[in-house]
């Protein structure tokens, strides 16, 4: 990058793993990063790490405009990139976060007079809204579209974080949990810090603007029994599987939203049931709109590293 594109760029959600990783891709890229994080323990311990990185930080609510404001004021941004998502899904925390939050972090970049550009990451799942969270993201994605601000809105596909859930479970010997035959879905996962750098190229590429960007990583697309095998491979074992019907998480559906109108307890277990279906039978790739169907081909691959030197390193095993 030249000296001359160097920007002023504010980062929400920086106390996460892919907002961190962000926050190194910006600073190695040359730009001058403040990241607004919650005034908590979490967010005072992110804030020693990016500090140490090179990055100013300043504690704010999302829901406080005029701490916003002042924050906004001080840092005078020229790009906003929000890594903010909830955690757990549930209908309340993904309003709070995944659609106000962001809508409060926009509202004070338009306040601003020094934000151009708004760079949001989303979800390639958004595609087949079926949850709550899904919607609340669309949802903000609408409003950013419409913002006077240009904007980015970054799709990626499943993170190595969230394949690395049974590391434990094949290293102690026991066999890997897939959905019915295992073939059921397919994704080319991104790396952390591919997609940080990916999100960091938004910040300067007049090409990614006005964009939504379906992402992934070094292909090719993978199932999860596939996922399974190469894991226990790398582990030093034979494949060894146990198939979980997705049915289960339908009737689990079924019976939790008979109390879900009475019970905000029911209401939630409900909507995790239906996460849990939803991404057992789903693909994280790109949807074609006319056929319905997922297509690993469209769907565009970015970055050098692979699922399995992730699952390498976990291991402490060799390639």
């Given amino acids: 990058m030249k000296q001359g594109d160097a920007r002023k760029v504010l980062l929400a959600g920086a106390s996460g793993t892919i907002g961190r990783a962000a926050a190194r891709a910006l600073i190695g890229a040359g730009h001058e990063v403040t990241c607004v994080l919650r005034d908590s323990a979490s967010g005072r311990e992110a804030a020693e790490a990016l500090r140490d990185n090179g990055c100013a930080v300043r504690f704010a609510a999302l829901s406080d405009a005029a701490a916003l404001d002042a924050v906004f004021a001080e840092a005078a941004p020229q790009a906003v990139m929000s890594c903010i998502a909830s955690r757990s899904g549930s209908p309340r925390d993904a309003r709070a976060v995944d659609h106000d939050a962001n809508l409060a972090l926009l509202e004070a970049a338009e306040r601003s007079g020094s934000a151009e550009h708004f760079i949001l990451l989303s979800a390639i799942c958004v595609q087949r809204p079926r949850l709550a969270f899904q919607h609340e993201k669309l949802r903000f994605e609408a409003r950013l579209v419409e913002s006077p601000l240009a904007h980015t809105i970054v799709r990626p596909t499943a993170f190595f974080k969230s394949l690395s859930g049974q590391v434990k ?18 994704c080319k996962p991104i790396s952390d810090d591919d997609l940080g750098r990916f999100l960091a190229l938004c910040v300067t590429d007049p090409d990614k603007r006005g964009q939504i960007l379906p992402i992934g990583g070094p292909g090719p ?6 996922q399974g095998a ?9 494949p060894a599987f146990k198939s979980v019907p997705p049915g289960m998480f339908t009737l689990a559906l079924r019976v939790l939203s008979l109390g879900a109108p009475f019970s905000e307890w029911f209401a939630e277990k409900a909507e995790y049931a239906r996460i849990a279906h939803y991404y057992a039978t789903e693909s994280m790739l790109v949807l074609d709109p006319a056929s319905g169907t997922y297509s690993a081909e469209a769907t565009p691959e970015f970055g050098t590293e692979t699922l399995r030197e992730h699952y390498a390193r976990l291991l402490g095993a060799p390639l």
């Fill in 169 to 186: 479970r094949v290293r102690a010997g026991k066999p890997f949990l897939i959905f019915g035959d295992g073939e059921l879905t397919r």
């Fill in 221 to 226: 697309a993978i199932s999860l029994k596939e």
């Fill in 230 to 238: 190469m894991l226990c491979e790398l582990a030093g074992r034979e």
